[in-house]
T-cell receptor, first 111, second 115 residues
């Protein structure tokens, strides 16, 4: 029951550029979360934005949420080679139902 | 240190030989979950547990069993592994608040090859 869908599937940019990834979902949510995964490793939580929030920042990360369009975006500013990873959005439906992960965006930052 | 541990990290086995992958968390989380990750298919949930003695099927439960006898442990059991269960497996845990799922903490993964 995959709900979140990231776009694009893959993104390649130069170091120093900004990277934007989008996530669309289908049903109402309590919160939306972004995770990062380095190749073959466990996912690491980046940021959580609640349904009543529109924007959130954490260091070089900026997340927006538009519940009317059922979409979110993750912006990484001034990207570095170390940002190369896969990024997943996960939606938390209302109530005690499991997080639903998208298939991820693979980001390559070229030095 | 808050963490989710999985063992073993790597496992090669043969078809039909029962195996167990252990998962343990030290954060007193109510919620625990198992996922498998395959190229092009993203993360797919196998089973999850809202609390001790409460387990439920995820999207791909066939061929797997779980148990939650203690809050900290959530082992994944493959009674009769088959080659299509070759995959990268992740255990995760989180708090479970009234408003829904909070941040999930993932284990390092278990890479399983079934011959």
């Amino acid at each position: 029951s995959q709900q979140g869908e990231e776009d694009p599937q893959a993104l390649s940019i130069q170091e120093g550029e900004n990277a934007t990834m989008n996530c669309s979902y289908k049903t109402s949510i309590n919160n939306l979360q972004w995770y990062r995964q380095n190749s073959g490793r466990g996912l690491v939580h980046l940021i959580l934005i609640r349904s009543n929030e529109r924007e959130k920042h954490s260091g070089r990360l900026r997340v927006t949420l538009d519940t009317s369009k059922k979409s979110s975006s993750l912006l990484i500013t001034a990207s570095r080679a170390a940002d190369t990873a896969s990024y997943f959005c996960a939606t938390a439906p209302s109530g005690n139902t499991p997080l639903v992960f998208g298939k991820g965006t693979r980001l390559s930052v070229i030095a | 240190e808050a963490q989710v541990t999985q063992n073993p990290r790597y496992l090669i086995t043969v078809t039909g030989k029962k195996l167990t992958v252990t998962c343990s968390q030290n954060m007193n989380h109510e919620y625990m979950s198992w996922y498998r990750q395959d190229p092009g298919l993203g993360l797919r949930q196998i089973y999850y547990s809202m609390n001790v003695e409460v387990t439920d099927k995820g999207d791909v439960p066939e061929g797997y069993k779980v148990s939650r006898k203690e809050k900290r442990n959530f082992p994944l059991i493959l009674e009769s592994p088959s080659p299509n269960q070759t995959s990268l497996y992740f255990c995760a845990s989180s708090r479970l608040l009234a408003g829904g799922q909070e941040t999930q903490y993932f284990g390092p993964g278990t890479r399983l090859l079934v011959l």
